[in-house]
């Protein structure tokens, strides 16, 4: 089996930030439904279609799946340029690295998922939103969430 291998993000690192490790290649079949249960499939879908709802010009793409020391996960698009992001029922609209707004998407597809009752994501939900206060584009993420 594969290690998940670290990848720099862009976080603020001070000591007892949370870390993340792409999930390798591998493991990439276990992760959905390790991470989703039996809603795996939902949840994979929840994801792409808010990305489709929050970025008009997203077309597709590859995804890494990323683990959280503190027990969270996301999916991230794989992509250099940044994305336009507009979220119409808070009125949000930006710019954001495809991470952070792979965050945003992941979050915005969790907490679908747990107004649909799958409660089990509580603890999801929290990891990463706290992964996404030390990232530095913290204050664009909880902006598009709000």
């Known amino acids: 089996m ?3 291998s670290p990848v720099p993000s862009p976080v603020h690192t001070a000591p007892g ?3 993340c490790s792409v999930v390798p290649g591998d493991e990439r079949l276990k992760f959905l439904p390790r991470v989703f249960g039996r ?3 939902q949840g ?3 994801v792409f279609t808010w990305m489709r709802r929050l970025c008009r010009n997203y077309k597709g793409g590859f995804w890494d799946f990323v683990d959280l ?3 969270g996960f996301y999916l991230r698009l794989v992509r250099d340029e940044p994305l336009a992001i507009c979220v ?3 009125d949000y609209v930006g710019a954001m690295s495809a991470d952070a707004a792979s965050i945003v ?3 915005f597809a969790i907490n679908e998922l747990l107004f649909d009752g799958a409660h089990e994501l509580d603890d999801a939900y929290y990891a990463l939103r706290d992964y996404a206060m030390q ?3 913290c204050r664009e993420i909880l902006r598009a969430i709000d």
């Open 17 to 19: 930030a949370i870390t």
């Open 39 to 41: 809603r795996y499939i």
């Open 69 to 71: 020391s503190n027990g």
């Open 105 to 107: 998407v992941s979050l």
């Open 88 to 90: 119409s029922t808070n």
């Open 135 to 137: 990232h530095t584009e």
């Open 44 to 46: 994979e879908t929840a």
């Open 2 to 4: 594969g290690e998940a």
